[in-house]
């Protein structure tokens, strides 16, 4: 029987399973414009625009109010490469798919996959300002992850099955621990025992992931106003009565508020009573005048 001799088509395949079935926090992520990549005549180049849902006012009472159709999109930069780079051998090419990939695809695809998700966290560490709980503090109060289900709720978030929590290990080893005795579905906490996951409740999907990033404070420290300086606008703002001369006095991930600045529901347009959360995106010094 002549022997089948394993293709880059083949090895690229079975990779690209191998992957998928390694990633856990980016999994999650939203594949809608995945299709529009590797195009043959249509290529896409490294830059994504991701459409937005246009907003509408509506209006009270019968009289017609027209309003424009306004989309805008966010442009996606595909800036981030990793790959694991190998090479090999007339006889790795002899070998069963099977038999190569737990020799050879196995550990090299799991090292992407840690990478791909490892940017993944680090980005929405460093780029989404909601926040709930104590950083570096893993939390066994189920009263925190509702609060997280309550913000998404805030912002206009389908509840539609689709709301995942990525924990790291301790993390969930804490919680399933802290629930183990309240009230769940007998197969929910069957699965909890045999896999040490949490599994789904309070409204989420619950997973782990090895990769997610301790985020550390900055040094903080003063009593911070908002500088006197009228319409303040672009993407810094001066603030004043800080501890003076402190370097990384804020960094990266960073959550602050405003006084008077009120989160906003996207659907009703009205105050949801919690002030707007803001996130720090570069490191930030104070001056000898405290700035």
Same mark, same amino acid.
């Given at each position: 029987m002549a022997q089948q001799l394993l293709t880059d088509s083949r090895i690229t395949n079975e990779s690209l399973m191998i992957l998928k079935n390694n990633l856990v926090f980016s999994r999650m992520a939203n594949k809608e414009y995945s299709k529009t990549f590797g195009v043959d005549g249509a290529k896409q180049g490294d830059t994504l625009n991701i459409r937005k849902p246009a907003r509408y006012i509506g209006r009270t009472g019968q009289a017609l109010q027209l309003e424009d159709q306004t989309e805008?999109?966010?442009p996606l930069q595909l800036s981030n490469w990793e790959?694991?780079?190998?090479?090999?051998? /007339?006889? %790795?090419?002899?070998? /069963?798919? %099977?038999?190569?990939?737990?020799?050879v695809l196995d550990p090299a695809i799991a090292t992407v996959a840690q990478k791909i998700d490892r940017n993944g966290l680090l980005l929405a560490k460093n780029s989404v300002a909601n926040s709930v709980g104590t950083p570096g503090t893993p939390t066994n109060a189920i009263l925190t992850y509702l609060k997280a289900g309550s913000n998404m709720d805030y912002e206009g978030c389908p509840k539609d099955n689709n709301r995942h929590l990525v924990l790291d290990t301790i993390a969930q080893a804490t919680i399933v621990d802290a629930l183990k005795g309240l009230f769940q579905e007998a197969d929910e906490i069957g699965k909890q025992y045999t896999s040490g996951n949490m599994g789904k409740a309070a409204g989420f999907e619950w997973s782990m992931d090895q990769n997610i990033i301790t985020h550390t404070?900055?040094?903080?420290?003063?009593?911070?106003?908002?500088?006197l300086t009228a319409n303040q606008s672009g993407s810094s703002i001066t603030t004043t009565g800080w501890t003076a001369s402190v370097t990384?006095?804020?960094?990266p991930g960073d959550i602050f508020t405003i006084a008077g600045v009120y989160q906003v529901n996207p659907q009703n347009r009205q105050s949801t009573g919690q002030l707007r959360q803001f996130i720090v995106q570069s490191p930030v010094n104070s001056d000898g005048s405290g700035n």
């Open positions: 805008t999109s966010v790959g694991c780079d190998l090479q090999f051998s /007339s006889k %790795d090419y002899k070998l /069963s798919m %099977d038999m190569f990939a737990r020799r404070v900055g040094t903080l420290g003063g009593t911070p106003t908002m500088s990384n006095l804020l960094l």
